[in-house]
């Protein structure tokens, strides 16, 4: 391991639960504004719902299960 990787693990161990769940929550709201922006700039501007969900599809669309609900709730959402 490097030493930016091994002073990474020793700080994350240091962290206790509550401050690694707020960490994680905090990473998926930076992936999912990421997501949004790159969307936008390739579709154009939507409203906040149908952004919601086109994230949601990128995120989550590989599982078949959840691609076909995700595209029956952007089905409901006015472009």
Request: hydrophobic share 40%; aromatic share 6%.
């Amino acid at each position: 391991m490097s030493l930016v990787e091994t002073d990474y693990q020793r700080l994350v161990a240091a962290m206790t639960p509550a401050e690694r769940i707020e960490r994680s929550v905090n990473l998926l709201a930076w992936a999912r504004e990421v997501t949004g922006r790159r969307i936008i700039e390739e579709l154009g501007e939507m409203s906040d719902e149908r952004l919601k969900w086109e994230v949601a599809l990128r995120h989550y669309g590989h599982e078949p299960v959840m691609r076909k609900l995700i595209e029956r709730e952007l089905a409901r959402v006015p472009h």
